[in-house]
Each structure stands twice: as C-alpha cells, then as structure tokens.
C-alpha cells in the first residue's frame, strides 16, 4: 500500500510559519524582502509553489520571541488562517535564559504543539543545533538536550513530522552559521529548506555547498575573530539585557497573512509586483 502523502496535491493549501529568528530568516540576508532577510521558510514556500501552484504563505515568526510570546501573539493567527502545513520552532530563546524551568517549558510547548495538531494540518518540528558559541554555553548543553529529546517524544505522540537538526552533520562546518554564530548563513539556510523539503516529499534541486575543507586558524586570526565577535555581538547583547529590549521589539511578521506564492519570480516578484499575487 502507497504511503498517504503528507501534503494535499488539491484544494486548500496554506503554509503557516511560526516561531522566533530561526524561522524568519535572520542571517539569510535580503534588503528587498520584509525585515530584510530571505530564510529557509521562505524557500520551502517557493518550491512548494513550484511543485503544486497554489500555495498560499504566511510567516509570522520574529527574532528573539520567547514560547509564550509565540502562543500569545501567534497562534491565534494563525488557527484563523485554516493552515494545511504549518512549521513551529520555539523555545531556542527561553533555553538561553538559566531561570527557564525547563521541565514547565516542554510542557507549554506540549500544549501548542497539541492546538496545531487539531487542525490536522501537517506539523513540521525542529529540534535544535548544539551550536558551538563558546565554551562559556557548554553548560547549556544538558537543558538543549533535554528539550531536543522532548521535541521527539512530542512529534511521535502527535503524527508531527520531525527535522532532527542536531543530528545534521552539516551545520558542523562553520560557514553555515552567520558572523553572531547563533544564526545560519545563507548557505545553512538554503541546506535546511532542502531538509524540510525531503521530509515532505517534495521535489527541489537545492544541493549541499561543495566546500574545500575549511582551513585552520592561525592564534592571530582566531583571536581577531574573538574580539571582533565581542565587539559587535556579545556587547550589544548585554546591553540589550540590561534595557529590557529585544531586536525583535521593533518589527512586525514579514507574510502576516497568507500570500499566493507565484510559480515563476518567488516571493520577491511578489515585493516588486504586488499585482503578481492576482496572477500566481
């Protein structure tokens, strides 16, 4: 017997993105798209469109949110919308946090996970990357763990289809993460789409970069590197810890309601010809 698809090929198709910066792009940087980043999600959305002309788009995912942020602020939305395929990343941000009870947190995250599913849409969940910042986050190691092990307990026990992005040998390279080395490149990006696109079963020809090894830093590069990172990115993150602002305080969802993907030209095409929606 055929496997059922995880897709509908006919009828409604909504594609509904939630979650903090891992889903809106940032590090996949494009001035000519909303809050100036591309990302995996939109990728996704465009071959998808390729696939199966129709699909509709909508990411309401903005950088630094918090789970209960997202519940309260996206969720609703979101079930409003009637989706047919929706992705959720959350919690990254609250692992950052020592005073999060880890324990309370998957149980909140539980509790989105099983308001998505009764819509019977198909549910994509990610876990997360040990991304190796500095050895000051080692520590943090055993509560990314406890929250990836979580994650798959949770997609098992409501039919969610799982991306395992701790086990992606290829974010090991250090040219899939952006220069804050919390965010993905262009690159990591583009590799992920390609991820999410094989465990929906849906064609594309995005391939891995064909890297030559990566070279070996000398102290003084390695060093220049520590400084620079400090500089432009410790710094001002404490600083905005200590004001109580986020980067994210500032900005609204880049699709907030569901746009028509066009075949031919992506999302941009939508951002210079509004009209193209009419005629995807």
């Given at each position: 017997m055929a496997p059922?698809?995880?897709?509908?090929?006919?009828?409604?198709?909504?594609?509904?993105?939630?979650?903090d910066s891992f889903t809106e792009g940032v590090g996949d940087r494009d001035e000519r798209l909303p809050n100036g980043v591309r990302g995996w999600a939109d990728r996704v959305a465009e071959k998808l469109a390729k696939a199966h002309p129709g699909w509709k788009y909508a990411n309401l995912a903005i950088r630094s949110?918090?789970?209960?942020?997202?519940?309260?602020?996206?969720?609703?939305p979101a079930l409003r919308m009637r989706p047919t395929l929706v992705t959720l990343y959350a919690g990254g941000n609250d692992i950052l946090d020592l005073k999060t009870d880890m324990a309370a947190l998957m149980d909140e995250y539980e509790q989105l996970v099983a308001r998505l599913a009764e819509t019977g849409a198909?549910?994509?969940?990610?876990?997360?990357?040990?991304?190796?910042?500095?050895?000051?986050?080692?520590?943090?190691?055993?509560?990314?763990?406890?929250y990836n092990q979580r994650v798959r307990d949770i997609a098992e026990k409501y039919g969610a289809v799982l991306v395992d992005y701790w086990c992606l040998d290829a974010f090991h390279d250090r040219r899939m993460w952006d220069s804050d080395r919390l965010h993905m490149s262009k690159a990591g990006h583009k590799y992920l789409a390609g991820q999410v696109l094989d465990q929906l079963g849906v064609p594309h020809k995005i391939r891995p970069k064909d890297w030559e090894p990566p070279s070996r830093l000398t102290l003084r590069e390695w060093e220049r590197r520590q400084r620079r990172w400090i500089h432009e990115w410790v710094l001002p993150l404490f600083g905005r810890k200590l004001r109580g602002v986020t980067l994210g305080d500032q900005l609204a969802p880049r699709w907030p309601e569901p746009v028509k993907v066009p075949k031919k030209g992506g999302l941009k095409k939508l951002v210079a010809e509004p009209e193209a929606a009419e005629n995807a």
């Open positions: 059922e698809p995880l897709l509908p090929n006919s009828g409604r198709r909504v594609f509904v993105a939630l979650g949110k918090r789970l209960r942020q997202i519940i309260d602020e996206q969720l609703e198909t549910l994509v969940l990610f876990t997360g990357f040990d991304v190796k910042v500095s050895a000051l986050l080692e520590p943090l190691k055993r509560r990314n763990t406890f």
